[in-house]
């Protein structure tokens, strides 16, 4: 059975740093595709950052370069996403999910997933 925990959400001050990890049981990360997704209340999941598959192409939206950083630790089947400069707006449940396609690249688009964990709570105060 393949299972995906998020774990590291935390309720925070603006301005600091936090690092997310997702475990994976049943399968190895490295293996697949990999993104972080996030949804706030009211609001629909959107993509955060993804490492592929391979080749650990990592893709960050341009306005998030330099603050979010995705990465691999394949002795311990996770990966993990740093924001850094947390923000107000960065309060949201934050999802790991793993991927169906393998290719060089990798995509913000949660059809592109197969595999999801339940979440954790960023909560950032300003």
């Known amino acids: 059975q393949v299972q995906l925990q998020e774990s590291g959400g935390d309720l925070v001050q603006a301005g600091e740093s936090l690092t997310l990890t997702c475990s994976a049981s049943g399968i190895t990360l490295d293996d697949y595709p990999v993104a972080w997704f996030r949804q706030a209340p009211g609001k629909e999941r959107g993509g955060v950052t993804c490492?592929?598959?391979?080749?650990?192409?990592?893709y960050v939206p341009e306005s998030e370069k330099g603050r979010i950083t995705i990465s691999r630790n394949n002795t311990e089947n996770t990966v993990s996403l740093e924001i850094r400069n947390l923000r107000a707006g960065d309060t949201a449940m934050y999802y790991c999910?793993?991927?169906?396609?393998?290719?060089?690249?990798?995509?913000?688009?949660?059809?592109?997933?197969?595999?999801w964990g339940q979440g954790t709570q960023v909560t950032v105060s300003s």
């Open positions: 490492i592929s598959w391979g080749t650990d192409y990592t």
């Open positions: 999910a793993a991927g169906r396609r393998r290719g060089p690249h990798c995509f913000l688009m949660p059809d592109e997933y197969k595999y």
